[in-house]
């Protein structure tokens, strides 16, 4: 019988791409997404189901689940994918906008874990693999917000790994890098405006322009990745997908941290303190 798994965030970018490859792997799919008109996930009408849900809907959480387990019998592994990113100095980034994207990025997650637990558990089986960020291991400038999203869902679910083991549910971390190819980038600019960075800003806000990764995250980094996850019943916790969150966590393993720090303030045109 063919396992099914549950995404979220599947109307582009690493979501589509996640439901794709489980797709091609011969997984049922229930492909999530605000908006289902926005779907372009192709796959057979037989293992492929394009579901309405917002996060910050519980009756939308509770219906997707409810169909999922209606449909295959029941769900072998949710990976909560869907966020919102935000670029901006904290200074100038609105209580609103900070509001929104903690309801998307950590209270979202904790939701869709709260409403698919008690099927897991009667199972006795099942696997929640949660999408963070590289910014859990290196925070940027202009970043604050939206690390501290990721950093709490880091926090929240090696915790739930303990809680949840006895019943037999598995909780892991997939953490990708910067993804060139999706419109993340363009999102979480989208709020920005002239007076976004005041002119106290500028100078470092050159700097990070002006030195953008050389590696970066596919979009098949991350879908592997989540496939690994989802697949491990093994005491792995976190699974860094793509080259550069890949380098970036291996090299703030191998450093101490006044070495890391160091060389995080040069890269970033902090002078020494």
Request: aromatic share 8%; net charge negative; proline share 5%.
């Amino acid at each position: 019988m063919n396992k099914t798994v549950l995404v979220t965030g599947c109307s582009s970018g690493f979501g589509k791409a996640t439901a794709q490859l489980f797709l091609a792997k011969g997984w049922n799919v229930i492909a999530t997404m605000r908006r289902p008109s926005d779907n372009s996930i192709d796959g057979p009408a037989d293992r492929l189901r394009v579901v309405a849900l917002d996060v910050m809907d519980a009756g939308s959480m509770r219906s997707a689940i409810r169909g999922a387990v209606s449909l295959f019998g029941g769900v072998d592994v949710l990976v909560n994918n869907a966020g919102i990113g935000l670029f901006l100095p904290f200074e100038t980034s609105s209580d609103d906008l900070i509001r929104r994207m903690f309801e998307t990025n950590t209270f979202g997650v904790m939701a869709m874990v709260r409403a698919i637990l008690p099927h897991m558990r009667e199972r006795g089986c099942g696997t929640i693999v949660n999408v963070t960020s590289s910014v859990v291991f290196n925070p940027m400038p202009f970043s604050a917000a939206y690390t501290a999203t990721k950093i709490a869902v880091e926090g929240f679910s090696e915790a739930l790994s303990y809680e949840l083991a006895p019943f037999g549910i598995h909780v892991k971390l997939v953490e990708p890098g910067y993804g060139r190819d999706t419109n993340f980038g363009a999102a979480a600019m989208a709020h920005n405006d002239e007076n976004s960075f005041p002119a106290p800003y500028q100078a470092q806000l050159g700097v990070l322009m002006g030195g953008l990764p050389e590696l970066a995250t596919n979009l098949e980094d991350v879908a592997e990745a989540v496939l690994r996850a989802a697949n491990d019943t093994g005491p792995t916790l976190r699974f860094p997908a793509g080259a550069d969150s890949v380098a970036n966590a291996r090299k703030r393993a191998g450093l101490s941290e006044e070495a890391f720090l160091a060389g995080a303030r040069q890269a970033f045109g902090v002078a020494p303190q």
